[in-house]
């Protein structure tokens, strides 16, 4: 394992922050101007309407109470003698300016305007102070006899919307740079804070893979997922690690004792090697002690193939009730040659997806097992039943069972209750039968407070097939 | 019985060509896949037998071109590698059968011979007789001079298996195999027991013995 330290790693989010900032701005910038267009032309109407407005309600004024009633009311008269260049500040004082004339076109009231009479609505220009304004005219008959010119400022709403706005756009441009800037840092910080933390965490693990596992707090953000998962991926690890070194122990037992005792065999050969009745006995014996290599080695091949998981690909739904019932009838005079009694209660119809020829190796297993280590005439039964979500298997026998001590590692490989390893087997019958549990996403246990050995597996089944 | 085999290990092909010399057979050996394709379209053989691991070439291989081009010979592959991936691949390339090394002589032999044997006839035929036994397939009525028997599912069908391959040897493998559909190999008499519970309603209430066990090898249907 390399122990060279990773250099700090430097994560940024800036482009993508400033990125979407940006994208963000210029939407409100466009809507803002849009939304100005709107608010300027409206404006700009609104001006209008109020010569039009004010026109009606001289209109309404003269045709109710007269002439008279009218100049009245309307006092804001501009006498042109005063200030004869005064016509834009006057009218900006009065807003509104108007002049009356009779039939002959003579100005009769109200202020001198500057302009010839038009009827209807105009716009005219005019220069005050080196500024340029622009003035609304509008023309109307008051009467046969009677035309009534009105004046007013047209206030150039546009230029001043339009920099008020570009004033506030560059105003947000700046602060969105900003704040860009600030989240940047601050998602940078936590971020690479973070990463560090879980490279140097790493680094450690490396060192001393057994014990260390990466720290996760109780924030469940995806950091904490990764941390989790590389936890268990370390753990898994861990696991394997496990299994090789407890396999090298089962090899040591089981393969090398049946090997030395070929080599043994070979010189009691080459000693009796003029005793054709001895010649035989040993070639038996030694044939024997490599059979049981042979098997041996193809239940590990066989526990490999099962526990890589290649075979998942091949699952099929099957009738797992036909299966078991089917199974158990094979083994039933198997049993009864051997003195035992094999009950078999079989529910119908349960189906699930899987293997049967691994479904079959699992039962044959376990009831093998129950006819080499259960007394002589015991009872053993095999029991399949629907459960929860799922289905039950049940197989057993009423004695005498494996000791407690005995009962956590009963599942490993090469764990074989007779420690002096005599008896026939190899301790793998159990681990493959758990291996096909896993496989099969079913779970396998041993129940204690029992006269003897009974296994339960539940296992997830296709409803309503 | 012609028999090619294609081999690349010498201490295997040794073991094979003695048993199959003390048998009376006629072996013809060679060692990569190259001549075996070669030897396998020029001679006449009853039936082929191929290692998997061989020099510059996958058995597997050799024997999808030799499909492709029709040559029908029945082929066993044989092999260290023992899982179902493999045993699927071989099926799959056109292989009729498959063994795992190490195996025994006689279990190797008794599957040449039923290969060699093999009559299409047989396999689709309705009714299967020997002697004075006589099995219908449709009705699933088993009969020994015209008395009906009465047999276990398991039991019909071993009887059944036996009636296909009469006069040949009959491994407790192949009976796993095909009987009960098993790529393992339980601990248990399980084969044994059936047998005798098949001899004791097949032979016993009967004068002549027409399952006969051959030691260290399985069993045959043989009236002789």
New interface residues.
Partial sequence: MSSQTNKPIHFSVARYVLLAALLGFSLIAISALVFSTLAISSANNAQQEVLYETRDEALAIFEEDGLDELLTLYDNVWDDADDPQGFIPALEAHHILYAVYNAQGEHIAGSRLPFDYQQAMHVHSMTYDEETFTVLTLGFELSDTLTVHLARLQYDEASEVLSHLLFALILGLLTTVLISALVTLLINRQVNQRLNTLTQQLDGIAQKPDSSRLSTSNHTDSFDQLACTINQMLDDIAALNRNMQVMSVGIAHDLKTPLSRVANRLQLMLQDIDDRAMLNQHIERADESLRAI??TF?NL??L??IESG??KQ?FKALDLSLLIQ?LA???E??FA?SGRQLEISVVEGVHCLGD??LL??LI??LL?NA??YSNAQANVWVRLQYHTTGALLQIGDNGPGIPSEAQAQVFERFYRGDTSRGK??NGLGLSIVKAICELHDAHINLLTQQQGAVFNIELPINQGK | MKILLVEDDLDTAEFIGRGVQQQGDALTHVTDAKQGMLQASIGEFDVMIFDRLLPHMDGIDAIRILRESHIETPIIVLTALADTADRVAGLDAGADDYLVKPFAFSELYARLKALARRSPLKQEALELSFADLTLNRATQVVTRAHTVLDLMPREYKILEFLLRHPHQIVTKTMLLEHVWGFSFDPKTSLVQTHMSRLRNKVDKPFDIELIKTVRGSGYVLSDK
């Fill in positions: 042979i098997t193809n091949i066989r490999n193939d290649k075979r091949g089917d009838d094979s083994y005079p198997v040659d049967s020829d079959s190796q044959c297993n093998e006819l080499e026939p087997g």
